[in-house]
């Protein structure tokens, strides 16, 4: 398969060294001006868990390809869109004319309905899932990690032959599948998961100084505990980790997330160390909804002016 990865973030690398791995061909698109900016190369420092814990830790000078235009008479059988949230109204409008007959992969977070999010890409040329990877660049070193599930799920009564060609190649590189028969609920619990991480980080400063602060990781649940009623007035239902976050009491979300989830030796934790993206879109968006739906949402309201614009 010849995949086209639409920028070359922290997710879509990993992916594409995966990818290249099982013997596809993979090129990445980047924005005028960026191609120089990036090199030819990128330095991997990553977790891989589909591997044994042995041969988990992989380092490698991984040359790729890089354009700065899409050609509307491409051959890509894939195209790879995992951008930030608030990246995906400009990448949409710029893919859109230059699709072709390729199957666009919708990778991404987002808070809209995600069949709106996606216009004017024909739908059925669309997949929607969500990544399992982390971490970030310092440099040009990509210190990040792979999770072995990935999530997937679609609007049709059954998955369209694109959906199975998407997934068979994913399960082909070593992955597992975990479907979600509501995929817009799922994709709404994440983001909303995100804001209550990104409240803390606006008032810590950085990713790594939550995973070790107890009273930042206390104040996750009361996060999501204040998004849940925002989650159902979008007509959303709850997932698991939103009921349990969101239902325990603070001081057991926050002993859970420091002993399990970001204890120090964790991959969790490995990769939110490196983690730096600016922060605040989330939280602005459920913000919005809030004040739409006249929920009160008092700790989101608290950082709302530490969000840079």
Known sequence: MKILFFGRG????????AFENAGHTVEFYVREGRKAQYGSYVNLELWDARQSKKDRIIKEKWPIVIHEEIKENHDYDLIFMSVNPEQISSAVKYLAPRVNNATVLFFSNIWQDPRLAVQPIPPSQIVYGFPGAGGGFEGNTLYGGLYKTVQFGTFEAEPTKRDLEVRKLFTQTGFKIMVQ????SWLW?????????ETEVLKSG???????????LDGLGQNLKEMIPVLKAKGSKLDVMTKVLGGLPPRVVGFLMSHIVFSPNSM???LLA????????????????????GIKTPRLYDVESLITK
């Open 268 to 270: 969790s934790y490995a």
């Open 10 to 17: 922290v997710i879509g690398t990993q992916y594409a060294w």
């Open 206 to 216: 950085s990713f790594k100084e939550v995973a070790t602060s107890r009273e930042a």
């Open 181 to 184: 028969k509501d995929v817009k």
């Open 274 to 293: 490196h983690n730096h993206y600016k922060v605040g879109y989330a939280v602005q968006e459920v913000i919005a909804d809030a004040r739409k739906y």
């Open 189 to 197: 619990n994440h983001l909303a998961v995100n804001a209550a991480m």
